[in-house]
C-alpha cells in the first residue's frame, strides 16, 4: 500500500521525540529497515491507527516520501 486508502488523522501526541528521530534517520539515509521500529515507536505514544501501524510493520516497498514518514515528519 503506498497511501491509506481514507485520510489518516495524525494526532500530536504521536510527535514524540522517538517516533520524530526515527522518521528523521530514515528520510536521510534513505534506510527504512526502522519501520518496525517506527511503529513500536508510534503505538507506544497511543497511536492505534491500522493503516500507519500495518504500514510500518509491512513489507514495503518504503521509500523517501513514505506517507508515514511524511506524517511524522510533518511534511504535506
Known amino acids: 500500500m503506498y497511501g491509506p486508502r481514507?485520510?489518516?488523522k495524525f494526532?500530536?501526541?504521536w510527535h514524540t521525540p522517538t517516533?520524530?528521530?526515527l522518521a528523521s534517520?530514515?528520510?536521510e539515509s534513505r534506510d527504512?529497515?526502522?519501520m518496525p521500529i517506527l511503529a513500536d515507536a508510534l503505538q507506544d505514544?497511543?497511536?492505534d491507527c491500522t493503516?500507519?501501524?500495518s504500514h510500518c510493520r509491512g513489507p514495503g516497498p518504503h521509500?523517501?516520501?513514505c506517507w508515514v514518514v511524511d506524517l511524522v515528519l510533518g511534511k504535506e
Open 11 to 13: 494526532s500530536p501526541s
Open 45 to 47: 505514544a497511543g497511536c
Open 32 to 34: 527504512f529497515s526502522a
Open 19 to 21: 517516533a520524530i528521530a
Open 51 to 53: 493503516d500507519i501501524l
Open 25 to 27: 534517520q530514515m528520510y
Open 63 to 65: 521509500v523517501r516520501g
Open 6 to 8: 481514507e485520510p489518516v
